[in-house]
C-alpha cells in the first residue's frame, strides 16, 4: 500500500524532505503547501504535484499519510497539531516550538496518540554519533567524567534579511541557539545525560545591527550522575567550522570534529568516519536527514511512540529557553 506523503513549507530545508521521500520504497508525494507564491509554485513545477496556500485545505483535500512540517519555528507546534489532531502522521523540523508554552501543547498533543510523530534532530542518526553513544551505553569505556561543545560558525546579515522571521523572538523563538547550535545542544545532553541545572549566557556581539536575537552563547551544564559540560557557540566566526564535542571518560577520551576519534588510556586510538552527504542540501544540516526518515516510515505501524519524540524534543528547548531567562531577566517574550 503506498503512504501518501505532503510536505508544509518549501523552503530551505524542505530540500532534503524531497529528497529523502522521493527515494522511499512505497512513499508518494501528493501535495505541497506554502504561504509564499513563488516558492510554492516552484515546488508544484519540480515535483509535480498540487499545492495549497493553506495547510488545512490540503489536508482536508487529499488527507495525505504523513506531512513533512518544514515551516519556519512560531508554525511547528500549531500545524502539528491540527495534523496530529486529524490522524496525520507528522515529521516537524527542529526545534519543537519557538515558545516552552507551544511546545507543551505539542507534547500533550502527541500524548494522545492519535498519529506518530517525530522531531528531526537527524544528527543523532550520524555514524559517529551513533557509535558514541553506543561507546559511552556499554559501559567499556567507563563512567563519563565530562564533557565539552562548539559551534564555530558564521552568518551573515543577508543570510536574516533573505528570511527575516529567523532575527526574530516571534518568528524564530531566538537566534543561534535555537536555529543553529541546537542539534549540538540535543547531542550533548542525549550522549551525557538529561541536564539538571544549567547556567549561561546569550548575547549579539556581531549582527546587533541586523537581528534582534543572539548570535553568540555560553553555558555550563549539569547533567544527571554529576557530570559537568561547557558549551561555546558563536555565529561571529570567520568560516563555518566542524562541531566539536569532547566526551572524557574513565578509559577514554571520544573527539567528534567530523570524524569521531576515540583516544584510550593505554595509548590505542580508534577513528570512526562519518558519512558523507548526497544530498542537495547544506553540508551544514548534517548527513542523516535521509535515515531518520526512512526510519520514522518504517516504524508507522509500531505502536509505540518515535524516539525523537516531542517530549525527547522539549529537553533541548528547556535548556535553551533556560539561558534565555537568565540573560534576558526583564523580557518575557523570549522564555515564554
Known sequence: MTTTVAVIGCGDVSTVHFEAV???????LVAVCDTDPQRLACAMANWSVPGYADYLTLIEAVRPDVVHICTPHDRHAAVAIDCLERGVNVIVEKPLAHTLAAGQRLVEAASAGRAK??????????????AMHALLSSGELGAVTGASATVMWQRSAEYYQSRPWRGTWSGGGGGLLMNQAIHTVDLLQWLVGDVIAVTGNASTRFLDDTIEVEDTAEFVAEHSGGIRSAFYATLANPFNAPVTLDVVTEKAVLSLKGDLTVTHEDGRVDIVPERTSGSGGRSYWGVSHELLISDFYARLDDAKPFWISPAEAEKSLRIIKDIYRQSYPESTHTVS
Open 22 to 28: 522521493a527515494k522511499l520504497d512505497g512513499a508518494s
Open 117 to 130: 510523530i517525530a522531531v528531526c534532530f537527524q544528527n543523532r542518526y550520524n555514524a559517529t554519533s551513533q
